[in-house]
């Protein structure tokens, strides 16, 4: 079966050596599986030059799951469809719909118990207010297309409208909103945008051309790269949610005690991080630097005195 789509999606044919690579097997293997494919009438075609493919315009059934591939399809739409982002949801739903509708009765018995029993995230799931998170789908248009994109942006702070103009690199789900990282036209940089404060949102009839190839992790992370070196000390307890939710990278870390890790990690924007931290208690304790631990002492103190 994956050997068909790849015969039939690839815009180049494919030499055997290459297929032997992809699945892990020998030539021997391979060719074994081309004579099953002519009992089965599929018009697989070679040249000694390029190497294999399909005749064009051939075509398969799109849906053709087993039992496993299909569960695999349900965590995945029922996760998209615990996030916040009501389109996302939405779309999830669809996709989930047309599925069912070509299945086989019992296959699609099967995917109805799994959909019905099986829940991810249950915090987003049930207890989120659905919102409209921007239109993930424009901005994952002009990536696709490297197209340059226009867009009027709310700031957080002040809430003041600029206009700017980027060039869309990378789409990024974080919890509960999208972020889009590209090259500001206006900052000279790389800068990241919350998709639900850019509006009047336009692809522009304006290609843009990579430096470079696309490093997401390096994307994601390099804002901070820039940011003061933060130390602080870990819980045991909480160090695989801790690790797993830090947005940012960990450069370093020591055990310091049988119940205690010591981490360090960099970060431009001191407020959020001290406000994230806070959800650990006295798990996580903030050893440097100074400025941090005073805003930590401070931002308690409000806390406490609030009426």
């Not at 799109?62 to 939405?90: H, W, Y």
């Not at 509006?199 to 304006?206: G, N, P, R, T």
């Amino acid at each position: 079966m994956k050997l068909i789509l790849m015969l039939q999606d690839s815009n180049k044919r494919i030499t055997v050596d290459e297929l032997a690579d992809t699945f892990g097997v020998s030539r021997r293997t391979i060719f074994r599986d081309f004579n099953v494919l002519t009992e089965l009438n599929v018009p697989v075609t070679w040249d000694q030059y390029s190497g294999y493919g399909v005749i064009e315009g051939y075509k398969i059934p799109p849906l053709m799951f087993n039992s496993r591939e299909l569960a695999t399809i349900m965590v995945g739409l029922n996760f998209v469809k615990s996030q916040v982002d009501k389109q996302l949801v939405d779309d999830a739903k669809g996709v989930e719909l047309k599925i069912k509708n070509v299945l086989p009765a019992e296959l699609k018995e099967f995917m109805n118990s799994l959909d019905n029993r099986t829940v991810v995230d249950p915090f987003l799931h049930f207890g989120s207010e659905k919102k409209e998170g921007g239109n993930w789908y424009l901005v994952s248009s002009a990536i696709s297309q490297k197209k340059s994109l226009s867009f009027i942006y709310k700031s957080q702070n002040d809430n003041k409208k600029s206009d700017r103009t980027i060039d869309p690199y990378l789409l990024v789900f974080y919890k509960d909103h999208w972020n889009v990282i590209g090259y500001s036209h206006k900052r000279e940089a790389n800068r990241n945008f919350v998709l639900d404060r850019m509006e009047a949102v336009k692809i522009l009839d304006q290609n843009y051309s990579e430096k470079e190839e696309i490093n997401a992790e390096a994307l994601i992370f390099g804002s901070n790269e820039s940011g003061q070196i933060i130390d602080v000390l870990v819980d045991n307890k909480v160090n695989r949610v801790f690790r797993a939710n830090l947005p940012t990278k960990i450069f370093k870390e020591n055990t310091v005690s049988s119940k205690k890790i010591k981490v360090s990690f960099r970060f431009e924007n001191l407020d959020y991080i001290n406000e994230w931290l806070l959800q650990f208690g006295d798990k996580v304790e903030v050893v440097s630097p100074k400025e941090l631990k005073s805003m930590r002492e401070k931002l308690l103190k409000s806390m406490l005195n609030q009426v």
